[in-house]
């Protein structure tokens, strides 16, 4: 390899963020643009009798109002991921709702007026006359007799049952265990909040007919397709989606959501006006996916040695009032398969039931199943150790899959025929036990306890599975993903020896413009600032599935490199050619094409792509230019791995946790920039800690959103973290030729559970075992007090 | 309509508003200087950070008429001919930002906070940007970017 992967070097995109000049959604004008506001259901779960708009329609500066009415004839929102292999009973939303509504936030009503002040104006003087239906808002309960029944094809409100593993097997395991450990858990309900909330603006083309959406959207080519042969029913040719600058996603903007087909069909309807919507962040938090929201019980079993024999797990998944894009798949093939975690557990059973309540609808956020499963085992873990009063860290090192055993197929079958690719996990707990003094930390802990101070050692040890694929794993046939998720790359060396590269997946906030340009960049012996990459625009570009389930690099960033390497075989021929060699004789080495052993008579690529470009002389048979596009559809997926090692103080008369010490070991394989992959893991490791002491999304018993803002939800600030230690192993995948694991979201899976079992820890004294996140000062206090050592 | 009479990034402008016209609205779609974003209407993101009369405000909690007279700072005014300011490029050369829509607010906040304290510790850094949210980088590396401009405007390298 040459010289640009690996290193760290700033980002080529943040000239224009740190100077105010890039272009964010809301910061596009059209010429004409109108103004959209939504009119959103105030009521959890009601039926629409009818709706007046003629008051809003008179106010000057409105231009139309629009009511679900109005759209009937757009196909409701596709579910593109339904659970694999099970009945799903899929209700999705509408542009906007027609008859009823399932959560508080659904659309009912759109104003265009010239500002958006004028048409919030008007959202007021529309009258709605709702018919209030009753109420649930919690998973479980939803399935339970007398609940209220929100969609008529899913009786007891079950959308899914699915499972993986062996029951049996995993309940004989239970009878035969020395112990077996019984836990409930809730993991919460989380809004992913990206700094810049939704938006899209429509514009329709009488002329010619078609659509152009520009969109704050992870995926653009998924919503074209989406958009085009679900919702609208039309050719994907009639529709071009721009994903602009996007200020972040988590998850929660890669799916299709009514608001990008309503801008526009009223833009259609308005003649080819350009309607802009721009979401408010009270209507994010409504109206834009949650996360996670899992309860769940399980049982574990072990041997007096700690070796685990069993684990049992049953789920109860919300899903919201209707499905988002994916969220099938997310409590499923992302959940349940991975309850193995890093370990050799010998039977595995998991049932989950995905569930409709009068809530938001719950999809994808950063991590994506995957954390509520890593938080599962590894919770289980810490409660065998306390169990058998063993060191948690031994309890891990016992149960760990040994380096000998890759590829290795968790037990079960629950990875439904994949393998983990490569791993070293002993590895990283050990570089984690060295980095924080392991010994002299538990001394200390013993020095705190005797001294009345609550200090706690959590762990996490964690797997993923990234980069999801391959198609034929994932597609409808197995996982029930209802496409492909390849990836896409165009490499083209322009005459003047500037590459373009343009990429299915689209970046926000991840830096693909940098790393990219360091993939082929480094392959073709050039530098990375003469490679320009270019995404997030469907018009002219090859189709991408986009970027989520850190699948950038692992799966885009391979689909580049294939490309360069068939680019220089290429440049070997013409290369040849210039050089009156044989093509066999030639090779190429740090941008230079050259006959084996003489490396001073070379030819560089740029020289071979001009003479490629310009074409009067080539060899016999060779195309023009040098330009190719690679489809890459992995042979499995990736497995990034690591230990998170959590130091906190609990604060005995008040409750509240302060994180001392955090330590992140994270084995993402080969890394391209490690500047990147740090801030990756250092925000992700944030949201991980937000999610186990501060966030929660509350819904009250009538389906209203208490925590419906930033005063109301606990969005972490600076001061309530430390800095973040990072540090790595190294174990390439060999599922793809980079070597490369993914990082995007290994933060976020690890480190939740570190901090909830270092707080766990530090109040084993007085006999607590296991809290519900988040771990809230109030929380703590109390179950201190209301344990028995407590009271005082 | 009222007139107000603003100086920004040097320039004056004489425009006549609606009084309810948020001063963000006015600066992003009135004078079109999209650098500044909206993140919230609560006033706790920080998105919206400018400096007026030299001193960081949330500029989504103030009508453009209170503006009146005033002289503010967006973040397209903050590098001067061409070169950046030293809290940008500690942003920069510090991995401060991923999606950036945080960044203009939180490089505003960050160069009200050095003027008050030229060399800031961790835990007033930490502080000092308590109104402003990031969703992206943990605050990791935009403590370390503050810390960064900190050593370099006190002639440090
Ligand atoms: S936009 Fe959030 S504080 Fe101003
Ligand atoms: S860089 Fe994305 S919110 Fe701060």
Known sequence: ?792 | MAEITVTVNGKSYTRDVEPRMLLVHFIRDVLGLTGTNIGCETSVCGACTILMDGQAIKSCTQLAVQADGSSLTTIEGLASNGDLHPVQEGFWEKHGLQCGYCTPGMIMASVDLLQSNANPTEDEIRHGLEGNLCRCTGYHNIVKAVQYAAEKMQGGN
């Open chain 1, 1 to 792: 390899m040459g010289k640009a992967i690996g290193q760290a070097i700033k980002r080529k995109e943040d000239p224009r963020l740190i100077t105010g000049q890039a272009k964010y959604l809301d910061d596009i004008q059209l010429p004409g643009m109108v103004h959209a506001a939504v009119l959103r259901s105030p009521y959890a779960h009601a039926k629409i009798n009818s709706i007046d708009t003629s008051e809003a329609e008179s106010l000057p500066g409105v231009v139309g109002v629009f009511t679900g009415k109005d759209f009937a004839d757009l196909n409701p929102l596709p579910c593109a991921w339904q659970a694999g292999g099970v009945n799903n009973n899929a209700n999705t939303p509408r542009t906007l709702e027609i008859d009823k509504v399932t959560f508080t936030g659904a659309g009912v009503a759109v104003v265009v007026a010239e500002s958006r002040y004028i048409a919030e104006d008007a959202l007021a003087l529309i009258h709605v006359d709702y018919e209030v239906l009753p109420v649930v808002v919690d998973a479980k309960k939803a399935t339970e007799p007398g609940a209220p029944q929100l969609h008529e094809n899913a009786p007891n409100n079950i959308c899914m049952e699915w499972s993986c593993g062996d029951e049996a097997a995993t309940d004989q395991a239970l009878a035969d265990a020395d112990v077996v450990i019984k836990q409930s858990l809730r993991n919460q309900r989380l809004i992913p909040t990206p700094m810049e909330p939704r938006g899209a603006i429509g514009v329709f083309s009488p002329v010619a007919e078609d659509y152009t959406v520009y969109m704050t959207s992870q995926a653009p080519h998924v919503m074209r397709l989406l958009m085009t042969a679900f919702v609208f029913g039309i050719p994907e040719n009639k529709l071009r989606c721009i994903s602009p600058q996007v200020g972040g996603g988590f998850g929660a903007k890669i799916f299709l959501y009514p608001e990008y087909c309503m801008v526009a069909a009223v833009s259609k309807k308005l003649g080819g006006l350009p309607v802009k919507w721009m979401e408010t962040r009270r209507e994010n938090y409504i109206a834009t996916t949650h996360g996670r929201d899992h309860v769940t019980e399980f049982e574990v079993a072990a041997k007096n040695d700690g070796t685990i024999t069993g684990l049992k797990v049953e789920t109860y998944a919300n899903l919201g009032g209707t499905l988002s894009t994916i969220a099938g798949g997310i409590p499923t093939t992302l959940y349940g398969r991975l309850l193995s975690g890093v370990y050799k557990f010998p039977n595995i059973y998991c049932k989950v039931y995905g569930t409709y309540t009068n809530t938001g609808m719950v999809d994808a956020y950063r991590g994506a199943g995957r954390p509520e499963a890593s938080y599962l085992v590894e919770r289980a873990i810490d409660l065998v150790a306390q169990k058998l009063n063993m060191d948690p860290a031994e309890v891990r090192r016992v149960n760990y899959i040994p380096p000998e055993a890759f590829p290795y197929a968790p037990a079960s079958n629950i990875l439904n025929g994949l393998k983990y690719d490569s791993g070293e996990y002993e590895g990283a707990l050990n570089k984690a036990l060295e980095l924080v003094d392991y010994k002299n930390l538990r001394q200390e802990q013993a020095a705190a306890r005797e001294a009345g101070r609550l200090m706690g050692i959590g762990f996490s040890s964690y797997v993923e599975i990234c980069g999801v694929a391959p198609s034929a794993w994932i597609g409808l046939n197995g996982e029930g993903w209802g496409a492909g998720l390849w990836e896409s790359a165009n490499v083209r060396v322009h005459l003047t020896g500037q590459v373009v590269v343009t990429t299915g997946s689209q970046s926000h906030g991840q830096g693909h413009e940098t790393t990219m340009a360091q993939i082929a960049a480094d392959l073709l012996g050039m530098d990375v600032a003469d490679v320009r990459v270019e995404h997030s625009d469907t018009l002219g570009t090859p189709f991408g599935y986009g970027t989520y389930g850190s699948r950038s690099a692992a799966v885009g960033g391979v689909a580049i490199h294939n490309s360069v390497q068939k680019i220089i075989e290429k440049a070997k021929k013409i290369g040849a050619h210039m050089l009156e060699a044989a093509p066999e004789d030639v090779t190429f080495e740090d941008g230079k094409v050259f006959v084996k052993g003489s490396p001073d008579k070379a030819k560089t690529i740029q020289e071979v792509a001009l003479a490629a470009a310009v074409a009067y002389d080539l060899p016999e048979g060779t195309e023009p230019f040098l330009d190719d596009t690679t489809y890459y559809d992995p042979p499995n997926c990736t497995y990034p791995f690591g230990t998170h090692v959590c130091i906190v103080e609990v604060d005995k008369d008040t409750g509240h946790v302060a994180i001392k010490r955090y330590l992140a070991v994270d084995d993402v394989g080969k890394k391209i920039n490690p500047l990147i992959v740090d801030g990756q893991i250092h925000g992700g490791v944030v949201q991980g800690l937000a999610q186990g002491l501060w966030e929660g999304a509350v819904y009250d018993d009538n389906g209203q959103l208490v925590s419906g803002s930033l005063m109301d939800y606990a969005l972490p600030k600076a001061h309530f973290l430390p800095m973040i230690e990072t540090d790595s192993t190294e174990t390439p995948s060999p599922v793809n030729p980079l070597g490369i694991k993914g990082a995007g979201e290994a933060g976020t899976i690890a480190s939740a559970q570190a901090v909830v079992n270092a707080v766990v820890d530090a109040l084993a004294p007085y006999g607590i075992t296991h809290l519900d996140m988040p771990l809230t000062s109030q929380k703590v206090w109390e179950a201190i007090h209301s344990s028995g050592n407590g009271r005082e």
